[in-house]
């Protein structure tokens, strides 16, 4: 990649931000749940075909591939997930999402890209138009991805199962990038494990219901949820040593329908991350010991039921395929604006790619708030009070410079590994 | 009344008993959530109509008041409430239910007359029947009330404030029953205070949400609720004296819809039971003191909302009027079957007819078990873990003898004080 | 007991006064714990032989037994306990105590005479020298005890086996009283059950100790005993039903020594009250229940222990012994003071003394607070926020009318079951 | 330091280990308590003044300075931590400690040196004996200072408020270490911090006691303090980063001294650990919030009182003098025996030495237990579960080669910086 290449494929970047700025608000209107990304889908897969594509569509169900066969050389793989959270958008934007969708348990709940899916998705919808208008400037093979069900779904397994790499062969580099709150123009790199292994349980408590007067005739599943759910806090504070890293978080727990009838059951969902096997395994061993025993201890009528409904992985960076990119990356932003990425407890199917691929693979971050603001609250101690995290009702990255600092890291990126014509 | 009469006027029962069993069973398979009794309100005002009686519906939305004016004498009222619960129905019978309703937040539930509100019709619709059949034995005038919306709905009061005696005018005693867990054949009665005061509180606890990794960013709303459900068990078990009464439960408790999502809010509706006021006061006070006081110890961004979202005073009968119904109740079942109930800390809204009216009232407890079943659960101390009480989605009334007797009831109830003709 | 017998016997009460309050203030500078009470046990023993009694000393260790053998006539037992507690007076009264004491642990402790056995003591010694002086007006034989070791020590059961009934025969009857914070001057009886079983239960829940920085390799006891202390509250909020009254008391609770070691082991004290055997056998049930199963949750290296370290029966008056005794009373001191007792949540041993001899025993209620106080604070809905209980470190009895009460209402029992001789 | 010269200052210590070897289990058996070393220092000075060292003692109490001036040169203080815990043995050895001490409370406790600082006094005095006999290898001065009151009690402070540097001036360098559960043999350091900062707290909860069976006149104490140690879990769980560390421990807790008593107060001692000052202040406010919330949500008649009894600072080694330290080590012992030490949340003052003199300082941990069985533990993953770590009370470490190592390492790191006397 010579300086001379990459300004001329960014170059119509500029004229496109406009079209690319109502296609972030578009998406962000219309958030789907894992899985049902369908109208998502069908405007990225319309686009890439308008961009030159050959568009495989419904792959894993909503999951999207287009390929662009570019002459000899690499195969670079660009990935973004494309699905929305249950979660009730408070940001008071213009364009805030109201709309509601149905979850895996039939409920009807409200949804929200309060992850930054719908930025990822323009981002790469953006780079791939740019990289095909480009292609006079390198040759290889180009796979766009957009994957749905990454919000713990298994999406990014369950495209590679459904013959991903059937279609066009495997790559040999995946890339993939996260909006995070950090200051826009921001880029951040890490080697190594970036982010957390997670994993999902749904637990199901049997208590004994009966009339809500006469709590002696029962097992009262509420009591004993509560109690679970402050038991499994002595995860982190007692088993975990201050050194090692892990969170045990009750995402959702649900018990009964009346005020005056003590229902028969709870059912709690429960989210583990970690950064290491063994802590792994040992908190997962003690939720199933602390799930167990409070049922017991209450006396219930029969044991808990424990289903693992999810687990990724660590994400991984291959060291030196990451060392190389961050270097790229400071060359063209400027290392002013190029840092370390903090290790980060969410987690990411991404690495799912590569590790199915048997290549490396190169995750970072891409900052999308006001910097001036985040900047002076990290200063004053007030990030983590003021700043609305990733899955916050109240996520709401700027869409300027956000849109294009995600657009040209892809293009970047792609192009550091893609052939020079007439060079190779 | 004198036992001729009575004779008389029960002795259609038994040729009726097939057709009330088919209404009990369709009920049955049919419950609706309070305010909801359309289907249930309407059958039984065709029957009352079919009977003769004057009939007016839609009192507080689904409520039914039939008249029968039958010459100079007292007015008697007899009150059946129809409302079913949102509760899965887990009895096996070959006529459960499978039914579903929306309850008050919108969402969708299954359906059960797991409180047997379905039995309290069968009986007021089969004991108005014969006593339009046997009209030319007494005289006076019959209010036959159905009313909904009794599980925590307030629709005793919503009757009376829509206008339930300018129909008609003021009874001069009001009566009502319940179905029990107790043996089938059984009749219970109690002077003063039968049934508990229930307060209802909607309480919304706010966090602060966000990504289930970081909950460092979060003020968690499933630790706080649990922490609050936990803590309100000290309320009977520290704040009040081991020789007063009450109950606190936590009917209902949500939080979050995701796993990896920690949520803004928690909501759970809290049922409180007393038997006196200053207990009543008391509890009330404490659970208030607790919510606040654990929101703010969990660093809460804003105070808790307490909604007081129903109340019922106690159930208390005329001491009077009970003891001389009691005695009829003697004379026409046995001494071996009328027994002392006990105090029932379950609440009912019947009262609120006999203190608007300012008329005595009486309220008595009707067994509908097997009796080899539930007397020998009681002598061995297994009562309260085998025989499921109301609101358990096990609640399975026998048939045989349940509906005759809580039909006599009603008859005997009635007659006690409608005047004889020619005679008063 | 006429009249003129009653007051003949009394008339030395006023002179005497002066003197039994000095007694009650020395007892009360000098509480002396179960077992250890030496010293009170001397200085009665000495008034007793003063007055002509026959004493025995050292029945039990510290129990004392004055017998008046005044001809033929009935046996009458009458019983006071003598024992002090470890608790640390916070009266601030001139004669508060200071004394120090070990307990059963062989800690150093405070002690003090929170409830009011200094009373009880003086009141029984100022009866025995009414009795005595006045033994021309009866005929009968009369035992004077006073037991140590009530405070769950055991000690009218030690005093039984160790031979109480071996020296001068069984009683006819048993009489005792007790000092409860209400208005001075007040006798309150009740027939049958007045005073709950209590068993005492003491816990030790193993951890694994280690260097409080690394939780990670211990089990922790101090957050097991604060799960066990919680989920203990459940029992009465969820298991024991409304109309039924239980109480379970974590009355101590210790672990470790030093901020930053993780102590292998957490002690607890369990005190539970009932009136019911089965509601007893339920809690005790659950508290098993729970011990073990916090312990199993905890990851706990070896099971807990759970050591029952004293129980005592309901206290349980002879129906027609109490009624009879309650008219002697409302003759006396007129039915403006004497009142029914509540059931009392509180355990005693005095029912020991009649179980054991086979013979009715009437236990009651002395008031020894002032009047204006206690009656304004009930009235108020203050009394049991204002008015230290029986164990406070701030109960402290008024002396006037307190003394002369308790001092007449044993004579007066005592005459009343005694023989006037030249009559019998 | 040439080997030459090390080997002949090493030389006799072959020769001596029997005797240190008897040293240390003196010490062992007698373990005394912070500032009450009285034994200990009278020992290890005698032995100082033995070797030819001026010596101080009564240092902040207990303290003791060894000094040797021997011609121009740095001057390098070693030091050395000599006051046990109160813990009670189980380790089973021969020579185990059945010793007891009065504690900051005047409560008579068990003593047990299971810190290991028994070795390191023993250590120290080996390594001073060696010094002060090969004092013709080096020139300067050397300070050896045996701190008492180092287990939460400030002894190093405390030493050099008491004047410490003013006897023989500030040193150069100052090094120290402490024994660890690795493997005998092996010596581990870490440029930067080390060791994590700690702060005590001692919270009295105030509620408002009363007998047992009527905890409704009362503010339960034991409740309160149950729910405070709950909710202290729920800082690390949720209010502190998994990428960040913190450990908050509630060591002590006491409630109450009879069953039946509910009692006033509850005291707890709580101990935090952190590595980084804003975690650390996030910590301290949490414990606030919670401690003065919990009580006011449990009515608590007054607010609960915080003492901050003790706070160290992070343990942080200078980075060059520990990587030149680091080096020095490997050439003696061998690359094997001497790797990178992790982060430890244990905390010293050792650091206030070098703070106050304003010079580098070095801290390094010697492991003192089987080989063998550590390693192993290690890779089957049962290190933490099978090795007693530091304060346990089966902490045990062996013998050999433990003494020798930990002689060598002060001896190796000593010279390395004392001049060669000829040379400099």
């Not at 075909?49 to 195969?75: F, K, M, S």
């Not at 973004?80 to 979660?87: E, G, H, Q, S, T």
């Not at 219901?209 to 109690?227: F, I, K, N, Q």
């Not at 429960?270 to 602390?290: P, Y």
Request: glycine content about 10%; some cysteine.
């Amino acid at each position: 990649m010579t300086p001379v290449t990459l300004e001329r494929v960014l170059a119509p970047l500029d004229a496109a931000l406009p079209e690319l700025e109502a296609l972030y608000i578009d998406l962000h209107r219309h958030p789907e749940l894992s899985f049902a990304e369908t109208r998502t889908a069908a405007e990225l897969a319309r686009r890439l075909e308008g961009d030159g594509y050959e568009v495989h569509t419904g792959i894993a169900g909503t999951g999207v591939l287009g390929v662009l066969r570019n002459g000899e050389g690499p195969t670079v793989l660009l990935r973004a997930d494309i699905d929305a959270l249950p979660v009730e958008e408070k940001t008071g934007l213009s364009y805030a999402s109201t709309a509601r969708g149905t979850d895996e348990h039939g409920t009807d709940v409200p949804v929200m890209h309060a992850c930054g899916h719908d930025m990822h998705a323009t981002w790469l919808s953006g780079a791939a138009a740019l990289l095909a208008k480009g292609r006079d400037t390198w040759a290889g093979t180009l796979l766009v991805v957009f994957q749905p069900g990454e919000e713990g779904a298994g999406g990014a397994s369950a495209m590679v199962r459904d013959g991903l790499f059937d279609i066009a062969g495997k790559p040999d580099v995946v890339f993939g990038q996260h909006l995070v709150p950090g200051p826009a123009g921001w880029v951040l790199t890490r080697p190594g494990v970036i982010m957390a292994a997670t994993d999902t349980l749904r637990v199901t408590l049997h208590g004994r219901g009966g009339h809500g007067s006469r709590p002696e005739t029962t097992v009262d599943p509420a009591v004993l949820a509560a109690s679970v759910v402050l038991k499994l806090q002595t995860i982190v504070s007692r088993e975990i040593a201050a050194t090692d890293s892990a969170v045990v978080t009750v995402g959702s727990l649900h018990v009964g329908t009346a005020s005056n009838v003590i229902a028969d059951d709870a059912v709690m969902e429960v989210n583990v991350r970690s950064f290491d096997q063994a802590v792994r395994e040992r908190v997962l061993a003690a939720v199933e010991r602390i799930v167990h025993g409070e049922a017991a201890t209450a006396g219930a009528p029969k044991p808990p039921e424990i289903e693992r409904s999810g687990a990724y992985p660590v994400t991984e960076n291959d060291e030196a395929a990451n060392d190389a990119l961050t270097e790229v990356f400071r060359g063209h932003f400027g290392a002013d604006v190029v840092y370390p990425a903090p290790l980060i407890t969410g987690s990411e199917d991404f690495s799912e790619f590569g590790r199915a691929a048997g290549v490396p693979s190169v995750f970072w971050l891409v900052g999308g708030f006001d910097p001036q603001t985040v900047i002076t609250a990290m200063t004053e101690g007030r990030f983590e009070r003021d700043i609305p995290s990733n899955h916050s009702p109240r996520f709401a990255p700027i869409l300027h410079p956000t849109l294009r600092t995600g657009i040209e890291t892809l293009v970047v990126a792609a192009l550091s590994k893609l052939r020079h014509p007439g060079v190779g």
